[in-house]
């Protein structure tokens, strides 16, 4: 379609010719402004995004969804809460997922996530998402057993079939006006050893620690293989996926709203006009009320 949203341009988004390299995203930006003035732009950055909200939301034709993925201690949790920090509640959802329940797997791998999609007119964010289908579980392929499949899986062809459905998925959304807007928050495996030192060092980080954490470190070689694939096949035009460097948090954070300022910058939204009847009747009572003393 002529008119489906299309990938603002940045040195970090993954090519959508399916030839996305990970080892060849960095995970340390370069050529950016002092801390001081990062916060700044963030701040101003956080202000825009609040204003087309507004916008988006009286308009009421388009819809976003932000999904986040990454490794452990990446900051996904933090990124979200800067970057939307300004933008009424109202017109945001937060949707975090974790291990299926009992429910969820009497369905398909998407049909949690398709629940929580975001209305039009509003920002939807996905903390993890469908993706985890393709990451952890191609990981640790044993998870397959506990998903009440109705075959078999065949471990040489799922995750391209499921792939592939993501895929569908999201192109289906954006005909429909939802813009996807992926974000791979790239840290370093050497910047994920320091945080994790430090919540185990700070107390009052302990609680997001989980030893679990350090046993998923020890598969760092096979997410990032899931992750190239995933990336490779699902970055399109329409549903793009951006490569974030996530060793330096304030810059990490900026880069993204960033993005998602300009993605709304691209969007065609205007408050809605009144009605001619209505804004006779409006002029009348604006000027009852001015007469009111």
């Known amino acids: ?21 990970i080892a060849s995203m960095p995970t340390t930006a370069t050529d950016m402004p002092k801390k001081s003035e990062l916060k700044a732009l963030l701040e101003t950055a956080v202000e825009d995004i609040a204003e087309r909200q507004r916008m988006l939301y009286a308009h009421n034709r388009f819809s976003v969804l932000l999904v986040f993925q990454a490794m452990d201690a990446a900051g996904k949790d933090s990124t979200i809460r800067k970057v939307l920090s300004g933008v009424n509640p109202a017109g945001c959802q937060v949707s975090s997922f974790k291990r299926p329940s009992s429910t969820e797997l009497d369905h398909d791998f998407l049909w949690r996530t398709t629940c929580k999609l975001p209305e039009r007119g509003r920002i939807g964010v996905f903390n993890r998402s469908y993706y985890e289908e393709v990451l952890v579980v191609r990981v640790h392929p044993g998870i397959l057993d506990a998903q009440q499949l109705p075959y078999a899986p065949d471990l040489d062809t799922v995750w391209a079939e499921r792939l592939g459905a993501i895929a569908d998925h999201e192109h289906h959304l954006a005909r429909s006006g939802t813009v996807v807007l992926k974000f791979f928050l790239n840290v370093s495996r050497d910047a994920q050893r320091e945080r994790f030192i430090d919540r185990l060092e700070t107390p009052r980080k302990r609680w997001k620690f989980e030893p679990n954490d350090i046993r998923e470190r020890g598969h760092w070689e096979a997410y990032m293989h899931a992750y190239e694939q995933a990336i490779r096949a699902t970055s399109k035009p329409w549903a793009p996926w ?41 002029d009348s009572l604006l000027a009852d009320l001015k007469r009111d003393s």
């Open 242 to 282: 951006y490569s974030i460097p996530a060793d330096d948090k304030p810059t990490m954070r900026y880069l993204v709203a960033d993005i998602v300022r300009r993605t709304l910058d691209t969007l065609p939204l205007a408050y809605p006009d009144v009605d001619p009847d209505d804004q006779s009747l409006f």
């Open 1 to 21: 379609m002529s008119n489906m949203f299309s990938a603002v341009d940045s040195k970090y988004l993954a090519p959508v010719d399916g030839s996305f390299e």
